[in-house]
């Protein structure tokens, strides 16, 4: 046990009270008239200048988005000239590669300040012939890459069934649907050239050799070849029918609000494909896909003028789900007009139609929630997990339509359990590692495995709807207790890193009926009170998912000190030294208006590759930790 504080010693009680009450006054504010709440989701520039290049590989770029656009990109350049994909991040080559193209394309000439010093570290740094798959891919729809040079994916994979290796459902779903529209891309090899090239990126460095054919790169590598020059063959009659079968799988896929899967990637992919499948610019599908960036669009005031900059999806299910629990926890009746008002909204979101997910599991009723607004394909276990935590605590126990609603989420969510007793994201048992070594697989996380935090997110579903002695329950448990680290923290997959995940599974664990006197537990706490910083916060630096020696270092943020809290009040901490401190840390640096500032990014898309700022955690996770904590901890 750390370190104990007698309650009655710190005034932490009194003050945390009122960092309740104003933090609650604040989420009333936010609330839309609707019932929902949505934080942006900030992410980095690559959204902004891919979006620059989709609208003039398109010919609708207006000179009015490629100035605030640009706008936008200049601001997040760093003194070195360069990009990061985070906060204070080590700068990154594509990022940083794409960003200065786009920038060419604004009209900012080659020889501005801000461009020379990026071209300088580019070619320092490998050049674009350094870069990331999908970077070149872009350079190469605008001529300044060689298709032949790039990855082959035949349309042909669309054929494979769903139990023969590599076949499209053995991705991710982000993945299936961002690979599906490029077999399209990259079968008909466009080039819709830009006004200038980018001589000054390149080293001239040759690619490397190929692997040894003995191993798996070597294998794919040599397979990579023998389709390039298939490629190379006139369209046939089955590659033909590869592509419309594909571009109908596209079309059943769209949602409501013009994107696919909600998130950009598949999105402008899918756009591209459509287009230059010859459906012209006015067909509904490609108008409501162009259109539909709009709502993902934030155009903003600053001193230097308007600045335009595009969110990579949204998050309104998951923010009002947090944000119901958040006032729950600070003692809001359920029957209070905002919380109706959210769980009325909520019960709309319910997905009541099959999903690719149905793949894996055909028998299985559909149910869940999705992250987005419009999402119906993929709804997600880690959203409907904490939908049902939320609404489940919604009036009385016998209210029927949130009854039933909970009743076909806990069902569903039971079926999705993978076979090793985990749950991903997405997916039941995607796991095949094979489709990570494929040559164009250099982008990030392209399968869907089971993980800690949503693990822990359902088990404590499910131990709250009175379920710890069911199969999947124990099952569960057993997954988490199996996945802890050697120093006592959980990975964190969807939120960074070890703290997140541990502050997601130490309550989980706990409510599922492991004690908190286990050694298990106590091996946990141990580890979050040694990573307290000096200040009474916790935070991790994003490096730790590709440097294990920064994990739970970090400067202080709100969401990850509320994470740690949070596990440590589960753990019955709640009169310990660490506790106090991580209290008075959050109630000493809310913000008058009750929210408080975030300038880190703790949420993670692609872990190593990909990271976001979810602009309502700063809120929503201190109000449930500083609730839990006024209540007694749990």
Partial sequence: MTQTVPRTSAPAARTAADTVAAAVEFLRREQDRAGWWKGELATNVTMDAEDLLLRHF?????????????????????????????????????????????????????????????????RGHGGIEATRVFTRIWLALVGQWSWDELPSLPPELIFLPSWFPLNVYDFACWARQTIVPLTIVGTFRPVRKL??????????????KTRAPW?????????????????????NPVRKLAMKQAAEWILARQEAD??????????????????????????????????GLDGFTI???????????????????????????????????????????????????????????????????????AFEFANDGYPDTDDTAEVVLALRRMGKPDHLRIREAV?????WLEGMQSSDGGWGAFDADNTQVLTTRLPFCDFGAVIDPPSAD???????????????????????????????????????????????????????????????????IRHAVKWLAEHQNEDGGWGEDLRSYDDRAWAGRGDSTPSQ??????????????????????????????????????????????????????????????????????????
């Fill in 58 to 122: 398109l010919g609708i770029l207006t000179p009015q988005i490629a100035e605030e656009s640009a706008r936008w990109i200049r601001s997040q350049q760093r003194g070195d000239g360069t990009w990061a994909n985070f906060p204070d991040g080590p700068a990154d080559l594509s990022t940083t590669v794409e960003a200065w193209v786009a920038l060419r394309l604004a009209g900012d000439p080659a020889d501005a300040p801000w461009l020379s010093s990026a071209a300088e570290w580019i």
């Fill in 195 to 208: 006004p200038f090239d980018v001589s000054e990126l390149r080293t001239g460095k040759r690619p490397p």
């Fill in 215 to 235: 191993t798996w790169d070597g294998v794919f590598q040599n397979l990579d070849t023998a389709l390039h020059a298939y490629a190379k063959l006139p369209l």
């Fill in 258 to 291: 013009g994107s696919w899967g909600g998130i950009q990637p598949p999105w402008v992919y899918s756009i591209l494909a459509l287009h230059l499948l010859g459906y012209p610019l006015d067909h509904p599908a490609l108008k409501a896909g162009i259109a």
């Fill in 299 to 369: 155009r903003e005031k600053t001193d230097q003028g308007w600045v335009r900059r595009l969110e990579a999806c949204q998050s309104p299910v998951w923010d009002t789900a947090l944000a119901m629990t958040a006032l729950l926890d600070a003692g809001v009746s359920p029957g209070d007009e905002t919380l109706v008002r959210a769980a009325e909204w909520m019960l709309g979101e319910e997905i009541r139609v099959p999903g690719d997910w149905a793949v894996r599991r055909p028998s299985l009723q559909p149910g869940g929630f």
């Fill in 407 to 411: 009743d076909r989420s806990v069902a």
């Fill in 454 to 520: 949503v693990t822990a997110h359902v088990v404590e579903m499910l131990a709250a709807e009175g379920k710890s002695g069911s199969r999947e329950c124990r099952r569960g448990v057993r997954w988490l207790l199996d996945n802890q680290e050697e120093d006592g923290s959980w990975f964190g997959r969807w939120g960074a890193n070890y703290v997140y995940g541990t502050g997601a599974v130490v309550p989980a664990l706990v409510a599922a009926g492991i004690p908190a006197a286990d050694r298990r």
């Fill in 561 to 634: 000190t509320a994470w740690a809290l949070l596990a440590l009040l589960a753990a019955g901490e709640r009169e310990s030294e660490a506790v106090a401190r991580g209290v008075e840390w959050l109630c000493e640096r809310q913000r008058p208006d009750g929210g408080w500032d975030e300038d880190k990014h703790t949420g993670t898309g692609f872990p190593g590759d990909f990271y976001l700022s979810y602009h309502l955690y700063r809120v929503v996770f201190p109000l449930s930790a500083l609730g839990r904590y006024l209540r007694g901890g749990s």
